[in-house]
């Protein structure tokens, strides 16, 4: 008691300091780091997190390979999709940091991170960036695996691979917040997300290549945001590889807009603009939120 | 005390509130002191939330002026911010996290000292009694330990006013108590001003000063004790041989009403200590027995609102439960 009675004698008085650039750059930081701490300590989201990559990369690889050995000119199947399989291990991490903000929003929490003084955009850039260094992490077990599909470990290959799929759980997390600023329900936050998800992914060409699609399908392939992530990926992944130049033409055309072929700088950037974009609306929204 | 030339923490005026047709808050006006316990009651729907809202910087006033810790809630909100804890009804811990990384995120967003963290995280924590389960992950706490973590994460960036919103509420009364313990050793050791909601009348007689909410305007507003004496009338019930001819009596020679209940004649007067010596004079009808009761904050409450705290109170807590148990199924989901 006597202890207690000291310790409050002596108050340990705190004085703020005017908000500057300092504090919100502690704000980004702290919510960046609580999505890592909460991700470290939910195992089951890492595991289950992993089940639909690896399902779609080993069963459904290994189960088609049977059907299309004929038409990849020699190349796995698995090795194939594997880009496309890495884009969709962010995809679905990011997907449920985004959704954090929904049961942040439930639990209360949120309330505890809006009324404090710092800008909305200083939580919203913290969260996005913490669901792309979740995402990023979960992706780094996938490079992992690259040698399993016949893809041989490169500096260039993970650095690559590891920023591209940085850049695409960013774009993605901005996304899911700036749909969770309006959907206050987990139930159809999720319900929208799959929507949006699954068919992003399927048109995405992650599974297949992009050239002599049927007309309806080349034109939701080229609107698809998706593509631009993962040609790219292709692409880098492709280039560590000794394809016969047939092969190569097969499997990664390339995108293109009315035949001109689209440069995978500007496939990286479409994505990074979109991303910005997005986030962008998410700020304006949580701004506009009370 | 208080300086008359100093700001006072809160200052609000003519404040109002519109959702759309309904007038949630109708222009009020009042001023709290620096190092005051201010209490404002109401019945549900009185607009205290929306009140208060307005003065943590949650909800834009549609009309009217506040300063709170001498900084306009509109024009400087960080500011405000900045020199506010809040303590909501509803939680809003992050129950993944442990009792001190709840903390720790707050000191971050507020932007605390970095030296100054640990030291102050020590404080608060040893003075709600949370320090040995710092570790603890919020999720395995009981309700009192959340409300208690809440109350010393809202003091972690030392805030000037610490606004609690029904901070006992659904505590047990062990709780309650040492809630209101550690109120006073604030106000002892802080000079912090405390604004308040309650439902529990024994707690509002703690606060200083009370102000009573109804229909969005402030409708009664001064200490506990001007109040009651304000309601004016003290309940005196007898004992009598004969009660029939005792409300006569009393009816023709005092021109009060009686009534009896409880098998005694009880009515209401003022300045009943010095009535109770005339009614032994000159009432004429032999009393067996006699007491006086002052008004309670209840009779205060009731006269100003029409409705007693207790409805107030078990309506709200019927939410409550609704709420936690909604909260509790998705934990579990």
Redesign the interface.
């Known amino acids: 008691m006597s202890d207690?009675v000291a310790?409050?004698?002596d108050?340990?008085?705190?004085?703020?300091?005017a908000?500057s650039w300092r504090?919100e750059l502690?704000?980004v930081?702290?919510v960046w780091y609580?999505e890592l701490?909460?991700f470290a300590?939910?195992r089951v989201r890492i595991v289950t997190s992993l089940v639909q990559p690896l399902l779609f990369l080993f069963v459904l690889g290994a189960g088609l390979q049977q059907l299309s050995s004929a038409s990849t000119d020699g190349v796995n199947l698995k090795t194939f999709i594997y880009p496309g399989v890495l884009c969709m291990s962010v995809m679905f991490t990011a997907m449920f940091s985004a959704a954090s903000i929904v049961w942040?929003r439930?639990?209360?929490?949120l309330?505890?991170?809006?009324?404090?003084?710092?800008r909305r955009s200083s939580i919203v850039v913290g969260k996005c960036l913490g669901g792309a260094t979740v995402a990023g992490f979960q992706g780094l077990i996938m490079i992992v695996l690259a040698p399993a599909v016949g893809v041989p470990y490169s500096v260039t290959l993970v650095l690559g691979v590891f920023a591209l799929q940085l850049l695409l759980a960013f774009a993605i997390t901005a996304f899911g917040v700036m749909v969770a600023a309006r959907i206050t329900q987990i139930q159809s936050f999720m319900g929208v997300m799959q929507l949006v998800v699954m068919p992003m992914f399927f048109l995405s060409g992650a599974l297949f290549p992009v050239t002599n699609l049927p007309g309806w399908l080349a034109v939701l392939n080229r609107l698809d945001p998706l593509t631009y992530a993962v040609e790219p990926m292709r692409s880098l992944v492709f280039a560590h590889l000794d394809l016969s130049s047939s092969a190569e033409a097969a499997l990664n055309p390339g995108i293109t807009w009315f035949g001109w072929t689209v440069p995978v700088a500007l496939s990286v950037f479409t994505v990074f603009a979109l991303g910005m974009t997005m986030l962008a609306i998410a700020i304006w929204e949580f701004n506009a939120g009370? | 005390m208080t300086d008359a030339a100093a700001t006072p923490a809160i200052s609000v005026k003519s404040l109002r509130k519109s959702f759309g047709d309904f007038e949630a808050v109708r222009g009020v006006d009042f001023e709290v002191e620096t190092g005051e316990v201010f209490g404002f009651l109401g019945p549900n729907g009185a607009g205290k939330t929306t009140t208060i809202n307005m003065l943590c910087t949650l909800t834009k006033p549609s009309g009217g002026a506040a300063t709170v810790a001498g900084h306009d809630v509109v024009a400087a909100r960080d500011e405000v911010r900045r020199h506010i804890g809040l303590v909501f009804q509803d939680p809003t811990l992050d129950g993944y996290l442990s009792a001190a990384q709840n903390l720790r995120l707050h000191a971050e967003l507020y932007g605390v000292p970095k030296a100054a963290v640990a030291p102050r995280m020590r404080q608060v924590l040893e003075m709600v009694g949370l320090w040995e389960r710092r570790d603890g992950q919020v999720l395995t706490f009981s309700g009192g330990m959340r409300r208690r973590l809440e109350i010393a994460r809202g003091l972690m960036h030392s805030p000037r006013v610490l606004f609690l919103d029904e901070p006992t509420i659904g505590l047990d009364p062990q709780t309650r108590s040492s809630i209101w313990g550690y109120i006073r050793q604030l106000q002892e050791s802080e000079e912090i001003t405390i604004f308040m909601t309650t439902h529990y009348m024994d707690e509002a007689e703690f606060c200083g000063r009370i102000a009573i909410m109804d229909h969005g305007e402030i409708v009664a507003l001064d200490t506990p004790e001007a109040l009651k004496e304000a309601v004016g009338a003290d309940r005196i019930r007898i004992e009598t041989d004969d009660d029939g001819a005792a409300i006569e009596a009393i009816g023709e020679r005092f021109g009060l009403e009686a009534t009896v209940s409880e098998g005694a004649v009880s009515f209401a007067v003022p300045d009943g200590e010095e009535f109770v010596p005339r009614l032994f004079a000159e009432l004429g009808v032999p009393i067996r027995s006699v007491s006086l009761s002052r008004p309670t904050l209840d009779d205060v409450f009731m006269s100003h609102t029409g409705t007693t705290i207790r409805d107030a109170e078990e309506s709200s807590a019927k939410n409550r439960a609704k709420m936690s148990a909604q909260m509790m199924a998705r934990t579990r989901a």
């Open positions: 207690a310790t409050t004698a108050v340990v008085r705190v004085h703020v300091p908000r504090s502690r704000a930081k702290i609580r701490i909460r300590n939910d942040d439930e639990y209360g929490f309330r505890e991170m809006m009324v404090a003084p710092v009370d």
